[in-house]
């Protein structure tokens, strides 16, 4: 069993859609959880940390469910520049990557 | 500011050769981190240095093997070189604690033929 897990996709939306990923982990002991986003042939880029509390950073909003040990990502008003590859992380004394999701966004 | 900055950005090499790549991390930070990512999935920890010291080695065989230099930038080795070695070679920087921030650079796209 994969350490991180993600739904690898793709997800194809219209503009204007919200769109939720979701990831589970394995292990308990992981301390912190991210987001990247990866374009095509291009590095990871953070996109943002994830807290039990649930975080917003505008169109985007984070949440952790440490019982569950479920993250989640929710989109809203996807944008065409939204296209990409979300990355799942939890860190325990490293990065710990899932496969990642792909979203296209359409016209 | 710069960035992390890799070299080379493109290898191509043959089984059993050598190669070595360079990342030098962000002005100010302290720790590198080495990942290795096949197409189609995540990337996979290699190794991690801080303050020239090594924090962690992931799951990879001895061919695979690194240091960090006085001034903070890093060199990854890979002998014997198999065509499952084939993919892009990711460094990422941190400043310091907390070592999971990190931000990475544009990697190495290594082609063993």
């Known amino acids: 069993r994969k350490e991180v897990e993600q739904d690898p996709g793709p997800f194809n939306v219209p503009e204007g859609a919200t769109v939720a990923f979701n990831c589970t982990y394995s292990?308990?002991?992981?301390?912190?959880f991210f987001w990247y986003r990866q374009d095509c042939r291009k590095e990871p880029k953070l996109l943002m940390s994830v807290y039990s509390s649930g975080n917003e950073d505008g169109r985007f909003t984070a949440q952790l469910n440490r019982a569950s040990q479920y993250i989640s990502l929710l989109i809203r008003d996807s944008k065409l520049s939204d296209s990409a590859t979300y990355l799942c992380?939890?860190?325990?004394?490293?990065?710990?990557f899932g496969t990642g999701t792909r979203l296209q966004v359409f016209p | 500011d710069a960035g992390v900055t890799q070299s080379p950005t493109h290898l191509i090499k043959t089984r059993g050769q050598h190669v070595t790549l360079r990342c030098s991390p962000i002005s100010g930070h302290k720790s590198v981190s080495w990942y290795q990512q096949v197409l189609g999935q995540g990337p996979q920890f290699i190794f991690q240095?801080?303050?020239?010291?090594?924090?962690g080695r992931g799951n990879f065989p001895d061919r695979f093997s690194a240091r960090q230099f006085p001034n903070y930038s890093s060199e990854l080795n890979v002998n014997a070189l198999l065509l499952g070695d084939s993919a892009l070679y990711l460094c990422a920087s941190s400043p310091g604690a907390p070592l999971e921030t990190q931000y990475f650079g544009p990697g190495t796209r290594l082609l063993v033929l």
């Open positions: 292990n308990s002991a992981s301390q912190s």
């Open positions: 240095y801080y303050e020239k010291e090594e924090r």
């Open positions: 992380v939890a860190y325990t004394d490293k990065l710990i």
